[in-house]
């Protein structure tokens, strides 16, 4: 199958999902209408539904191609789920200028508009990062791009975009413009070697890759680079090394010529910190009043299941290194630290894994009935007390203790900036399959990228997770 074809294919399958989601959300909007005709009043509802619900499709799914969502490839989930949004509420202003303006269905009832455009965000958002993960999986998703490289340590771009799979990038052909590159190194890759740059324009006409990756280290050895890939590449993507930082909020400048890069810290600044906080306690207080029966369940459980208290609190860092306790259900036993030091004693390779992660898969201080919350995070419930309380929030860095802040290094001044989370981007980004050192930045990347959508990206992440147990 040709690259076009490919292309062709998962256009066709996210535009078809797009619309049966989109007809779905039309539904329910409508039939919950329906059921509010005592309250709302109204009638004869469903004469112009298919009427309706085929322009605001067309309107939703052209803003979604303008928004270059169809393919999408190179969109990161955040940056895509703040394009849904904006395309979704701009299709149904337009769809609601067409029906009031113009005096179109002038008898279907406008709260239609405001159910279904509620209803196609949250779906809609849903429903593309299920789908383009699972499509991510499959040989005819992406695009293919060519790797111009110096060094070995430019090889490492490649791994971070196998990595970064649903982006739709894939490594087809390597070009090395230095002496510093192992040719081992480079057959390993299994990736076709260029020789030169008249190998690189060749290999482009043949094969119509129009995505170069290039390092901007060589660049700035070599400033005529830029201009001949652009004559050949419609799109050059430069890589900084700086990157533990991320960067969702770079914004390039021009300087008389110059390019310059400014980057955008939105989690420290004031409005940011209102409205997060903000909603932090509507939805604690919404969360709470409904757990409110699991709470009760829970409480009983522990409490037949091993002797000690149901609650414990355990001293934990947090904004601006503040101590605070971090209140959750118990599911260790009362003894727990002196079975864990036994079992250390006995497995020295155990010692060293728990020295890495800080966690082990059997860990024996944990109860029978604890291994079960802590699969779907149960025991992290009672923590919306401590986010009423201004001591966490919904969503953060994970909250550590003293000697974890000493293992931070010098990435403890950015962390703790902002509260420690209840969930977060290394708790739906990998949690105990990743190294100390991936969390931290991890933890850091949060902290410098932060951004309404990101939120909502991990909130819909930690549902999935919780539902799944993944990562538990």
Known sequence: MSQKARTSLVIMILL?????????????????????????????????????????????????????????????????????????????????????????FINFPRSIFLFTWLISIV???????????????????????????????????????????????????????????????????????????NDLRNYNRQHGIDTVFVSNQLLDKNSSLLRRLTNNFRRVV???????????????LDLEGQLGLELNFHLLEPWALVFKRSVDIFFAIILLVLLFPLVLFLMLVIRLDSPGPV??????????????????????????????????????SLRDYFEEHRKLDNDPRITRFGKWIRKFSLDEIPQFWNVLRGEMSLIGPRAVTREEVEAYGDKASVILRVRPGISGWWQVMGRHRTSWEQRVRLE???????????????????????ITGQGA
């Open 16 to 104: 078809i999902g797009d619309i049966l989601v989109l007809y779905f959300s039309f539904t329910l909007g409508a039939s919950i209408r329906t059921l509010l005709i005592p309250l709302l009043g109204g009638k004869g509802l469903w004469a112009s539904f298919n009427a309706a619900a085929g322009l605001g499709i067309l309107y939703v799914g052209s803003i979604f191609a303008l928004f270059s969502l169809y393919p999408g490839y190179g969109l990161t989930s955040v940056t895509e789920i703040e394009s849904i949004v904006k395309s979704t509420s701009v299709g149904f202003i337009l769809l609601g200028i067409t029906a009031y303006v113009l005096r179109v």
């Open 123 to 197: 779906l809609l958002t849903a429903w593309r990062i299920f789908l383009r993960n699972r499509l991510s999986l499959t040989d005819f998703y992406g695009t293919p791009f060519v790797l111009v490289i110096e060094s070995d340590g430019d090889l490492s771009i490649i791994d971070v975009i196998r990595r970064c799979r649903r982006l739709g990038w894939s490594a087809a052909a390597i070009l090395s413009l230095g002496d510093k590159v192992s040719q081992e190194k480079l057959q390993n890759n299994s990736l076709k070697i260029l020789e030169d740059l």
């Open 238 to 252: 430069l890589v900084y090394p700086f990157s533990d930082m991320g960067s969702v909020w770079v914004r390039p």
């Open 311 to 348: 609650f414990f609190s355990h001293g934990r860092v947090g904004k601006g290194g503040d101590d605070f306790g971090v209140i959750k259900f118990r599911t260790m036993y009362m003894d727990a630290e002196e079975r864990l030091e036994k079992m250390l004693q006995e497995d020295a």
């Open 444 to 466: 850091v990347y949060y902290v410098s990228n932060w951004s309404l959508w990101m939120d909502v990206y991990i909130a819909l992440k930690t549902v999935w997770v919780i």
